[in-house]
Structures are given as structure tokens and as C-alpha cells.
């Protein structure tokens, strides 16, 4: 019998554990070197402060603020790049208008977009503004490129049969453009998390994940800081997943059409 | 019978490639013809100009509507079913007649299997399906039984001829075998 050249699952679990856990202990290490928890918390207090703030009322509000001006901010991005990238995909004049707004958002650092966002629109919707703006480019690059590199040969068979653009955008175009999509929308949201609780660290809205990382910040709180930290870690994976699951949904719809 | 399906001293260039040089082809209706010839003379081109899909510098295409064509590659949607891609060009109000096509052409148990997990000569069949699965007066055919089995052509021949019947042909091909199985008339194309 030949060997088996891949690597069983429970070896794979150990080595990711044991990664795991090296990275813990020399974050110990360093935090019992540093000896100042306001300098470098240890993994055992900023676990007891994740702990007493997911009793606190207020860390669900923080949560529930600051997922929802991200998502709005993202879900508005994929909207309006999906229609903009279909429209651009066939006017030239509309690929031409949107071009300098993608290169300007993809260039332009996410902190002078925060400071202009702070002056013209309220700091509370500042980090859907920001998730917006850092999600378009990204989503809609991408959808352009699938649009533009859909099956040229089946699109004759589409003009040749006649098919209806409704048949056309499920037998075609859909299932092409999925892997762009998806792709482009898993960075966005990603980008979107980053960004959105950035711009809130800067404009401080009352009540949200931004506004505790500054508290914690301004108070040498590291162990609450990195408490949150890995809130939003949670939450940007928590909605990744939900993304994902959504766009598996949508993919096996579609084949049953 | 009148020669309805017509191409009248068509010229067609690619480049400084010319293709096709006052070339003129008429096909009555209802009629079976293959175009033979060697490879690379310009039957593709012909088959492009019939369908639309490429337009003539110089000369006169008629043909009749509506048209259904099997290309010279399968040109299916990969990741759908074998019924999904006749769904492309039907809708579902056809799936049961999709299906017994399906089934006559010995795809009847693959029919909701993604296309990708097909054989060559599957494929093939499925792009056939698909030429027969909408109503058409003019069948252009480039290549139909390529990757088929002789007795798998056989079959599939005698589908075509049954959806087929009364409406006109045209099929491309290098084998004078497979003119016959259609009952096709010759045309070397020169």
C-alpha cells in the first residue's frame, strides 16, 4: 500500500493549537518582562477584562452600533457597485465617470477621508460613511473584471437562441461572476471592519466600539483595549462567515433555477 | 423549391487574411446539406456569416428564422446541468420535453449532473440537445458528432433527423460518412 501523503486532520488541529499556544506563552513572557499591565497586558487579563465587559449592557450596544453603521456602510457599497459595475460594463461613459472615483477612493489614506467625513456629515454614521467608501472600489473591481471576463463564446449562444437577459443574468452571468463577487466582497467586509472602527477612534460617536477603544486607549487600559480588539476580531469573523454562508446559499439557488 | 437560405458573393477578410473571396452558397429549404472541405477554407466563417455572428465586408446573407446551431465547441455553462442548459435556451416550461431529449440521446440518467463531470463525447451530445431543444427552421450544425462513438452517432443522428424533419440543415463536416447518416446532400466547399 502506498503511504499516505496528507497529513490527518487531528495532526493538523495539534500543530494549529501548539501555534496557538507558543503565541500565547511568549506574549506572557513579554507581558511578565514588560512588567507594566497599563504598558502590555498579559492573555489572562485582557481574558478577565472580555469576560466583565460581555456583562456589561453597554458592550451590546457598542456591538450592535458599530456592526450596524459597518454593514450599512458595506451593503450600501455592494449595491451600488453591482449596479454601477453592470452599467459600466456596457456604457463607456458611465465605466469612464466611475474610473477617477475608484482610483481616488483606493489612493486616498482612510484618515483624510475620516477628517473631511467628520466635517461634512455627523460622526455618528462616520464609520458607515468610511466602510463605504473603503468597500466600493474593492467590490466593484472586481465585479467589473468578472463582467468583462464572462465566457464570450457562450454570450454568442445566448445572441444566437435568443435567450432572455432574465435567463441570460441566471445561466450566465451569475454563476461566472460568483467567484469575483465573493472574493471581492470577503476583503471588502474585512476592509469595511478595519476602517469603520478607525474612523470611529477618530470621530469618537457616543455608544460605540470606537468610542470604548479610545476610552481604553486615554485610560492605559491595554487589557480592555485588546478586549476589544478581539471583539471586533470576532465580529469581522462572525460576519465573514454569515457572508459566506449567504453567498453558498445563493450559489445552490441558483443551480436549482 | 425556392432557395431561401442564401449567401451571394461574399467576401470576408481577417486582417489582411482574406477568408472568403466573392463566394456564393444557397441551400434550399428543407433540405439536408453538408459542407465539406478541407480545414482551415472558411467553413466556420460561413457558418459565423449564416448566424449572424460575423458580418460580411462585401455581399448578401438571407437566411430564415428562427435559427438553432450546435458550434464547433460545446460552449456550455460548465458549472449547470445538462437540464440547466437547455433551460438557458427553453425555460422550465419545457423540462419535460428537455428531459426526454435528454433521454434519447442516453444523457436520461445525467440530466441534472453538472456538465463539468461530462465526458467529451457527454458534452457533445448535451450541446445537440440543446440545438434541438428550441423550435428553429434552419439547423446549423459544425462538427455535431465530434467525440461520438459510432454507435452513440447513430443515435444521435437519428434524434436530429427526428427533430428535424422538414426543416433545413446544414451541417459542416470533413466525414462524408456523417452527411449520410443525416441524409445529408454534399457541397465541397471550395
Known amino acids: 500500500m502506498m503511504p499516505s501523503t496528507t497529513r490527518p486532520e487531528w495532526k493538523k488541529g495539534a500543530y494549529r493549537l501548539l501555534a496557538v499556544a507558543f503565541w500565547l506563552l511568549a506574549w506572557q513572557l513579554t507581558a511578565m518582562a514588560v512588567g507594566h499591565e497599563f504598558l502590555l497586558a498579559s492573555p489572562l487579563q485582557v481574558f478577565i477584562s472580555f469576560v466583565r465587559l460581555l456583562t456589561l449592557p453597554s458592550s451590546y450596544l457598542a456591538f450592535l452600533n458599530s456592526t450596524l453603521r459597518v454593514l450599512v456602510g458595506f451593503f450600501t457599497a455592494l449595491c451600488l457597485a453591482l449596479l454601477l459595475a453592470a452599467g459600466a460594463s456596457r456604457s463607456r461613459l458611465i465605466h469612464e465617470l466611475v474610473s477617477p472615483l475608484v482610483a481616488l477612493a483606493r489612493s486616498v489614506p482612510v484618515t483624510s477621508f475620516v477628517i473631511l467625513a467628520i466635517i461634512l456629515v455627523s460622526t455618528r454614521w462616520l464609520s458607515a460613511l468610511i466602510a463605504f467608501v473603503i468597500a466600493f472600489p474593492v467590490i466593484y473591481s472586481n465585479v467589473l473584471e468578472g463582467l468583462f471576463a464572462q465566457d464570450k463564446a457562450l454570450l454568442e449562444v445566448a445572441a444566437v437562441f435568443r435567450v432572455t437577459p432574465f435567463r441570460k443574468l441566471i445561466y450566465i452571468t451569475l454563476p461566472q461572476l460568483y467567484s469575483y463577487l465573493l472574493s471581492g466582497a470577503v476583503t471588502a467586509l474585512g476592509l469595511s471592519w478595519k476602517s469603520g472602527i478607525a474612523a470611529e477612534v477618530i470621530g469618537i460617536p457616543r455608544g460605540s466600539i470606537g468610542e470604548k477603544l479610545y476610552s481604553a486607549k486615554v485610560n492605559y487600559n491595554t487589557a480592555d483595549l485588546l478586549a476589544w480588539t478581539a471583539f471586533i476580531v470576532l465580529l469581522s469573523l462572525l460576519t465573514n462567515k454569515i457572508l459566506k454562508a449567504l453567498f453558498s446559499r445563493g450559489r445552490e439557488a441558483l443551480t436549482r433555477l | ?190
Open chain 2, 1 to 190: 423549391m425556392s432557395d431561401q437560405i442564401l449567401l451571394k458573393n461574399i467576401t470576408k477578410s481577417f486582417g489582411s487574411n482574406i477568408v472568403l473571396k466573392d463566394y456564393s452558397l444557397s441551400i434550399p429549404t428543407g433540405k439536408s446539406v453538408c459542407l465539406m472541405g478541407p480545414s482551415g477554407i472558411g467553413k466556420t466563417t460561413v457558418f459565423r456569416l449564416l448566424l449572424g455572428l460575423t458580418l460580411p465586408d462585401t455581399g448578401k446573407v438571407s437566411t430564415i428564422t428562427p435559427m438553432s446551431a450546435v458550434f464547433q465547441e460545446d460552449r456550455l455553462a460548465e458549472s449547470a446541468s445538462a437540464l440547466s442548459n437547455l433551460r438557458l435556451v427553453t425555460g422550465r416550461a419545457k423540462d419535460e420535453s428537455n428531459l426526454h431529449l435528454l433521454h434519447l440521446l442516453g444523457l436520461g440518467e445525467e440530466g441534472k449532473k453538472p456538465v463539468k463531470e461530462f465526458s467529451g463525447g457527454m458534452k457533445r451530445r448535451v450541446a445537440v440537445a440543446r440545438a434541438l431543444a428550441v423550435d428553429f427552421e434552419f439547423l446549423l450544425m459544425d462538427e455535431p458528432f465530434k467525440g461520438l462513438d459510432e454507435e452513440t452517432k447513430k443515435i444521435t443522428a437519428e434524434v436530429i433527423k427526428t427533430y428535424s424533419a422538414g426543416k433545413t440543415i446544414l451541417l459542416i463536416s470533413h466525414d462524408a460518412d456523417e452527411a449520410a447518416l443525416l441524409d445529408a446532400d454534399i457541397i465541397h466547399f471550395s
